[in-house]
């Protein structure tokens, strides 16, 4: 072995050790996602019944509820009846949007770190990678339909309001259109990959 030959062997070990160290670093942090999503979904539940047991709790502008010396700030919407008290229904209707989309976004990065797992020591570009990262896209756009719907189930059964606002964000649309781009470099590279098989 040659000078050259061996700098391009310990390059070669350098970004496979690299390449291994990455995937690994975003298994990680799809993971911690996942499971921050699962207790995010689980407090709002918790919020739920919380504020349906003791609708006393919640009060001001911006909206707040004090659970045992906790108080949690709801930014995202005002719902408000005509005597200026916070609707008790329109608080509900939010937290069950929120419990909604942690438990979907929860799903989607289960999605995502199933791939990155399976790339661990396998062949990335597989049919079934690319269904999983579409899958996750899809879940991270319908998100942001699950906001119209609150906006709309808000117009239809919180009563005695003078204000249901709902904030639109596009932050998990964004995210989900990145997902489903990365999906269809994974679906060529499958193309690829079959194609050179298949003249081999």
């Known amino acids: 072995m040659d000078y050259n030959e061996a700098i391009n062997s310990v ?10 160290s990455w995937t690994k670093a975003a298994t990680v942090i799809a993971l911690i996602l996942q499971a921050s999503f699962i207790i995010a979904a689980f407090v709002f539940f918790v919020l739920i019944v919380h504020v349906i047991i003791n609708p006393d709790t919640v009060s001001g502008k911006p909206v707040s509820i004090y659970f045992y010396g906790v108080s949690f700030s ?36 289960n999605r995502i770190y199933a791939v990155l797992e399976y790339s661990k020591t396998r062949p990335p570009f597989r049919w079934e990678n690319v269904e999983k990262l579409r899958k996750a896209g899809f879940l991270f756009l319908s998100t ?25 964000k596009l932050d998990n649309a964004i995210i989900g259109v990145i997902v489903l781009c990365v999906a269809q470099i994974f679906a060529q590279g499958v193309q690829m990959q079959e194609e050179q098989d298949g003249l081999v």
């Not at 390059?11 to 291994?20: I, Y």
């Open 144 to 168: 942001v339909l699950l906001q119209f719907l609150l906006a709309l189930l808000g117009m239809i059964f919180v009563r005695d309001v003078i204000t249901f606002a709902v904030n639109i």
């Open 74 to 109: 709801v930014n995202d919407v005002a719902a408000y009846t005509v005597g200026g008290k916070v609707s008790i229904s329109g608080v509900v209707l939010y937290l069950l949007y929120g419990c909604a989309q942690a438990i979907i976004s929860a799903a989607a990065f």
């Open 11 to 20: 390059e070669v070990s350098f970004m496979a050790a690299r390449n291994a």
